[in-house]
């Protein structure tokens, strides 16, 4: 009885298959990402205030494995604001656990190189947890290779113009 339950939930889930998603879909993302961290140079200086606020377009080169784009937006430390931009790379490490086939999160390696207004001179990334395709919640840092210092910020960031789910069949 209970073989033939299963049987039964696996022919009519099968239909649905086609409308699940997929991790890292063909086509663009648009994450708006808002952070706050530190800037420090490990030395006797004092460590500053880090807020930022990028918005990060981006593209499935591999789908489901390598996201390629840029980030651009500001940077507000040491009393003042300052523009930055650059490229970013995203490579799916794990993804989460299923339902239907479609996964709730993954796990992402992100990285970037980054150049700003005030000759900072940005390279790093982090970890970054992509839930479902509505929000990200990241830890990431930076080596300014220029001013020698780092940057260590948390992210939390939504994803605009998500795609619309398509509604599962009539049966």
């Known amino acids: 009885m209970k073989s033939k339950f299963i049987l039964l939930f696996l022919l009519c889930c099968y239909p649905l ?6 991790e ?3 086509g663009w993302i648009f994450p708006l990402e808002l952070s706050q961290g530190a800037v420090t140079a490990f030395d006797q200086s004092p460590d500053l205030y880090l807020a930022t ?8 080169v591999i789908p489901g494995r ?3 784009g840029v980030t651009g937006g500001g940077a507000f430390t040491n009393k003042r604001i300052y523009g930055i931009g650059g490229g970013r790379l995203s490579l799916m490490l794990s993804d989460g656990p299923k339902v239907i ?8 390696l992100v ?13 790093g990334g982090g970890l970054a947890v992509e ?3 509505l929000a990200t919640i990241s ?32 049966l």
């Open 111 to 123: 990285a970037e190189h980054l150049w700003g207004t005030k000759d900072q001179r940005l390279v």
């Open 131 to 133: 839930i479902g395709t």
């Open 24 to 26: 890292f879909p063909k």
């Open 101 to 108: 086939e479609s996964t709730v999160f993954n796990i992402q």
């Open 139 to 170: 830890i990431k840092s930076h080596r300014d290779y220029m001013l020698n210092n780092w940057w260590f910020q948390g992210t939390l960031g939504i994803n605009l113009f998500r795609k619309k789910i398509a509604p599962p069949p009539d």
């Open 53 to 60: 606020l990028a918005f990060s377009p981006q593209i499935a």
């Open 17 to 22: 298959r086609n409308f699940a998603q997929s």
């Open 66 to 68: 390598l996201r390629l």
